[in-house]
């Protein structure tokens, strides 16, 4: 695909990302659950934790469409792509969910966009094999994240805590999927840089 014809089509979804919800094909998790009564806290508790599992799937978005526009082999490309849909019903499930809350969505939205598309592509670029073990390593940090989440949500809000538990599997599943199609192991110094810049990310996005 040409370049310019690829920078369109990336121009396109980030539009879509930041200012279109997003779609999902499978069922919101914890639909058939009733809405219960929160305290004030508990509701704000939730919202925070919400936004900033909302802000890491933009992060995701984004990340994938920098690693897919410099990954070079087509299989790697559809790996990218699959794990991609998957974090798109995150989105929605998410954003979803934040509505309900009465929340609001982080305000650096944009800035965590525009940084996460340098970094896939920069990953992307390195070679399909560190690439892939990027979207590995992404993975397993998000899902350790989400095990957090789920001890801090409050014990009866079971909308948000069946929206997180589902995207756990999901997150494992790339992560598993990723290894599976030749990723490779990332130094710790990496990996302890990535964890650093989650930190920074989640801290931030649950105020702002």
């Known amino acids: 695909m040409p370049n310019l014809d690829k920078f369109i089509i990336g121009f396109d979804h980030a539009l879509r990302t930041l200012l279109t919800p997003a779609q999902t094909l499978r069922p919101v998790p914890g639909t058939e659950l009733p809405e219960v009564e929160l305290s004030d806290s508990e509701k704000n508790e939730s919202t925070a934790l919400m936004r900033v599992n909302h802000v890491g799937e ?45 929340g609001r969505k982080s305000l650096l ?20 094999k560190w690439n892939l073990g990027f979207l590995a390593e992404t993975e397993r940090q998000v899902e350790i994240h989400l095990a957090g989440h789920l001890k801090r949500l409050p014990h009866h809000d079971g909308k948000s805590r069946a929206i997180v538990a589902q995207m756990q599997v999901d997150e494992a599943g ?35």
């Open 174 to 208: 790339h992560a598993t999927a990723a290894m599976s199609h030749g990723g490779i192991e990332l130094p710790m110094p990496v990996k302890l840089a990535m964890k650093l810049g989650s930190k920074v990310m989640t801290k931030t996005a649950y105020w702002v």
């Open 109 to 128: 939205n944009p800035l965590w966009y525009g940084g996460s598309l340098a970094i896939g592509a920069l990953a992307g670029m390195l070679g399909d």
């Open 58 to 102: 933009i992060c995701a978005q984004a990340l994938y469409q920098g690693q897919a526009l410099t990954a070079r082999d087509a299989e790697v490309q559809r790996t990218l792509a699959q794990s991609a849909r998957e974090e798109t019903e995150h989105l929605a499930w998410t954003e979803r969910r934040i509505a309900e809350l009465h």
